[in-house]
């Protein structure tokens, strides 16, 4: 058995054993009998191990590749600090709290002395106390001064609202200052309220232009807490940098001597105080050493099976049946009646994040020769599918479970595929059974989060909005539907089990994509490795610019300010004044129009649509405007709570999406084109036959029409144009190119250099994860036989967000490790031809075609073989 302190950090890769593997039984654990405070819905279950056992039993060939048991731990205390009012003790002890573990003092001491931390330590390891301690001490100790937290979503902040308050610490009137808060009781928050509990967005939207009627308190402002800050990574951790330092600005303008103190939260990262440094912009000590303790915790890595191969459905490139029951409906590869470019222009694209994460499904299957030479069609069970069922197997079993999906329409589908199946076995039972995610009306959440802690609901299928820091206690275990992009994630979502002390049980259900296949068989990538580093650049000229913008629309801009936006700063000035944005004067740089600037914190395309039925004006809930050209074209299909709607139309300038209730027979995926040139190049490597390239380069992408698809069979029943505005995104990518020369050598044939290009294209983009902190989500790629700037076979990967994320300067700078993984997920798959575990992609705009698993390898190859030792560092 392998075990491993449990602090979720593994920081010990040498001295590894296998614990379970594939053929393996699970041991039962030791635990007693026991049930969750909402009673069993079917037999008790003694212990994860018991739990996980059931759950293999349903599966003629055992799912499980992997069992890690990461080992209970025992808590270490220390004296309340000498400087906590009597008053703030009690409060704690009424809650059960008698002492604060060590890293909780110790933070809290640094805190309380005016130096800023972060708290980088496990799950459910009480880093609220670290930053509510301090904050509460002084709000008693001055009855004027002020506290600021920042949370990045709003459930966070609500949960967060209730922990203060029930502590009932008299003067302090905590309350949320959010998109949610009514308008009437905004000006008793910001009059009255000492400790207010917002977001990022509405610090940036509604705090910072409104300073003055905020002068107040921000004068007083002592603490801003920063809870799960690894979460501002990239493009949006950039923004919330800049956020910050005007927020530092506004308080020393209002008078506050030396600024408030900063107190950041964060689960285990990579160099956190690094981390933390550059999105405040100060010296931050790191609080890394998890003292609390752990309940112990089982982990699965859980591979799909592959479903009995079928006759193709369609000879046009339709799904299978199988493929369709699995829960996968998919678009096809092309528009009717779509010109069929040559082999040497086809251009090949995959999305990067400038679409929402995940909302895009699955693409088709690839055909596979049977031995007989008849065509037939293997896929492999759909993740959704999967974790629809094994969330009703554990709701089943009384045992209280979160399953996370990557995408709102998929954690539609797997609640209502999830109460669907227990409905069938108890009638009733499914009413035990929720969606969760962003875009629902407020009501609607705080009810779904008042359900799930009171054990009303037995299981809830959540988007990652559940993922941070709300206190679920009760939960026995988490059904994660497909790696979610970085280690830190993976290891905050399972988390959210076993928070009460209790034995937890934890899933990842693997997605048909080269990334999840990778690390279900590669165990190590995930139990062995230390979390990563979160990767911001607060000196991306795309987004200090905007943010030097929204700067001097509050206050004019000086010199010395300068300084506190860092590097760069002056040079965006200037270019700010010859654009006609700024005026200088004598006393600094004005804001020169009536309107503020427009600037997106989070990237997602603009201002959110709203969801509305046609029929009585009720609002249903909102769409981002990056999603919107996807999910709510006209005649788009709509989910909420288990209900279809129909698009009738969509205004995207008026941010509207009228619907109406609709069960159709059909499902509808959006298609998009896209096209991508080279701007400049940053950095290249010269490697002969091979060039490996950093730039800036413009992609623009379009939705033209979407399919809709019969239900029951996968059957394509038509394509429809739509007229949607193109969307263009200037980024920073990296790309390789190969002589035509080299790939003859290789064995390519020029016939198949798109298909190898293409396959090659699909696995680099699903592995950069493993080197960069991002999902494939936040990345797009585009491959060509013959690119007209490069003139070359090119392969690009590029960030999905303006201006750039960091992540092709970090595969640019690991060419060789990233390019190395990717050569051998597409080398040791099982599969004959290529499959969604190696070289198809879920989000690719040419429908998978052409493809070819053996040519990637070569062009691989090539690249590797050719690359010289300063892109191998």
Known sequence: MRTRPADFRFPNTSARVQYVTSAATVSAGSDPERTTDAGPAGPPVASPGDLLRRLRQRHPADPVTHVERVPPRAGTTAPWPSWTPEDLRAAYARRGVTAPWRHQAEAASLAYDRRHVVVATGTASGKSLAYQLPALATLLADPRATVLYLAPTKALAADQLRAVATLEIEGVRPACYDGDTPRAEREWIRRHSRFVLTNPDMLHHGILPGHAQW????????????????????????????????????????????????????????????????????????????????????????????????????????????????????????????????????????????????????????????????????????????????????????????????????????????????????????????????????????????????????????????????????????????????????????????????????????????????????????????????????????????????????????????????????????????????????TGWYWRHRERPEVDLRGEGGTPVCVVEAATGRLLGTVDGGSAHFLLHPGAVYLHQGVSYVVDSLDLDDGCALVHPEEPDWSTHARDVTSLSVVSVRSYVDAGPVGLFLGEVDVTSQVVSYQRWRIATGEVIDTRPLDLPARELRTVAVWFTLSPESLLVAGVDPADVPGALHAAEHAAIGLLPLVATCDRWDIGGLSTAVHPDTEAPTVFVYDGHPGGAGFAERAYGMAASWLRATRDAIAECGCESGCPSCVQSPKCGNGNNPLSKPDAIRVLDVVLDNLPEVARV
């Open 215 to 586: 002068s107040g308190f921000l004068r007083r402002l002592a603490y801003v807490v920063i809870d799960e800050c690894h979460v501002y990574r990239g493009v949006f951790g950039s923004h919330v940098a800049h956020v910050l330092r005007r927020l530092r600005r506004q308080c020393a303008r209002y008078g506050r001597t030396g600024g408030p103190t900063f107190v950041l939260a964060s689960a285990t990262s990579g160099d956190p105080a690094a981390a933390a440094g550059r999105l405040t912009g100060l010296p931050v000590t790191a609080i890394t050493e998890d003292t609390s303790p752990r309940a112990g915790v089982t982990f699965a890595l859980w591979e799909p099976p592959l479903l009995p191969p079928e006759p193709s459905a369609a000879a046009a490139g339709s799904p299978s049946p199988s493929a369709a029951a699995a829960g996968s409906p998919s678009p096809s590869a092309a528009a009717a009646g779509s010109p069929s470019p040559s082999a040497a222009a086809v251009v090949l694209p995959e999305q990067g994040g400038h679409r929402a994460a995940g909302d895009t499904p699955p693409m088709p299957a690839p055909r596979q020769e049977s031995p007989t030479g008849s065509d037939l069609t293997q896929v492999r069970r759909s993740a959704l599918r999967e974790t629809a069922d094994l969330l009703a197997d554990t709701v089943a079993a009384g045992v209280r479970t979160l399953a996370f999906v990557r995408s709102r329409r998929g954690a539609e589908v797997v609640a209502t595929s999830a109460r669907r199946s227990l409905d069938e076995a108890v009638p009733g039972l499914g009413d035990r059974v929720a969606a969760y995610r962003g875009g629902y009306l407020r009501e609607e959440r705080r009810e779904l989060e008042r359900a799930l802690l009171h054990g009303d609901l037995l299981g809830l299928a959540s988007t990652n909005a559940l993922e941070l820091g709300v206190d679920l206690i009760g939960l026995d275990a988490v059904v994660i539907c497909g790696y979610p992009g970085t280690r830190a994630s993976l290891w905050q979502q399972a988390g959210r089990a076993g928070r009460s002390g209790q034995e937890a049980l934890a899933v990842l259900v693997a997605r048909d994509d080269p990334l999840d296949t990778y690390l279900v068989h590669h165990p190590e990538a995930v139990f062995g490795a230390p979390v990563e580093a979160t990767v911001l650049d607060p000196a991306n000229a795309y987004v200090l610019g905007p943010q030097l913008a929204c700067a001097a629309a509050e206050a004019p801009l000086t010199p010395a300010d300068l300084e506190l936006f860092g590097d760069g700063a002056k040079q965006a000035v200037r270019e700010l004044v010859e654009a006609g944005a700024l005026r200088q004067r004598p």
